[in-house]
């Protein structure tokens, strides 16, 4: 039997984009603390992944320049580092695929929780907040991995021809997290199935509005780049609204439950 959330995406109403903005900023005043620190977390996860990519080219690339400083035929001849040995080369392409993927799914699951804080701020449920690792509990991680894992596959594969389809899979792929925070009992297929169909139905509303609410987040980098973290949440607000005026939401459930099914 097909899920509920699938005839309600069927139908859906077209929302007023006037509107999805105005909500968004509202909103966006009484959550920003929240964003800002959801944000740090995911920063969290990020800033080791970027030291280790990071960190041995820039090593491997002083000891190359203050060699070929003293050797002229140092690059006909000159010693080999760990970057010229096929074997390490490969094991440092996997570390740094697998910490893709954890580093995605770390991101995933606080943005999840975050959509569960703008829609209890948003609703002013007074509903408990919980943790930001709430729906990695009782086996959620494994789902949030899983959710990576399609989410890379789609993006590489929309990449792969000619960069064209990504324009496309980008709403679905936006669609996601939301979904899976307010509907956490589907499985993958379905979260990834029902952000498609969405997605495909209201494609020209989404895209625009994700990418208004993109460049508007961009803003925070004129405070120094430190302001970023205050307004990087602000790309998912439009989306929040979007989902709350097209699917709507059910009783929620308790997520330890909801996640573990």
């Excluded at 001849?77 to 740094?96: Q, R």
Aim: glycine residues 6%; charged residues 15%; contains cysteine.
């Amino acid at each position: 039997m097909e899920h509920p959330i699938f005839q309600k995406i069927e139908n859906s109403k077209k929302v007023d984009f006037g509107d999805m903005l105005t909500f968004s900023y509202n909103l966006f005043m009484k959550v920003w603390k929240q964003g800002a620190m959801h944000t740090l977390v995911i920063m969290i996860f990020v800033i080791p992944f970027l030291l280790l990519v990071y960190v041995p080219i820039i090593v491997m690339s002083m000891q190359a320049s203050r060699h070929s400083y003293y050797d002229p035929y140092y690059y006909d001849y000159g010693p080999e580092t760990w970057f010229d040995n096929p074997l390490l080369l490969v094991i440092w392409l996997i570390v740094i695929f697998v910490l893709i993927f954890l580093m995605q799914a770390a991101a995933l699951g606080v943005n999840a929780h975050f959509y569960k804080v703008c829609r209890i701020v948003d609703t002013e449920s007074g509903e408990d907040e919980g943790g930001y690792f709430d729906y990695f509990k009782n086996g959620g991680f494994m789902k949030i991995l899983v959710l990576s894992l399609a989410t890379f596959g789609i993006a590489m594969a929309a990449l792969l021809l000619c960069y064209l389809p990504i324009f496309y899979v980008m709403v679905p792929l936006q669609l996601i997290v939301p979904i899976f925070a307010f509907n956490p009992k589907l499985s993958v297929n379905e979260i990834v199935k029902a952000a498609f169909k969405l997605g495909h139905k209201h494609w020209i509303y989404v895209f625009g509005l994700a990418l208004i609410a993109g460049n508007v987040a961009q803003l925070g980098i004129l405070a120094c780049f430190v302001g970023i973290i205050f307004t990087a949440c602000i790309t998912y607000l439009p989306i929040y609204y979007f989902y709350k005026h097209t699917i709507g939401f059910d009783p929620q459930p308790v997520l330890e439950e909801a996640v573990a099914e």
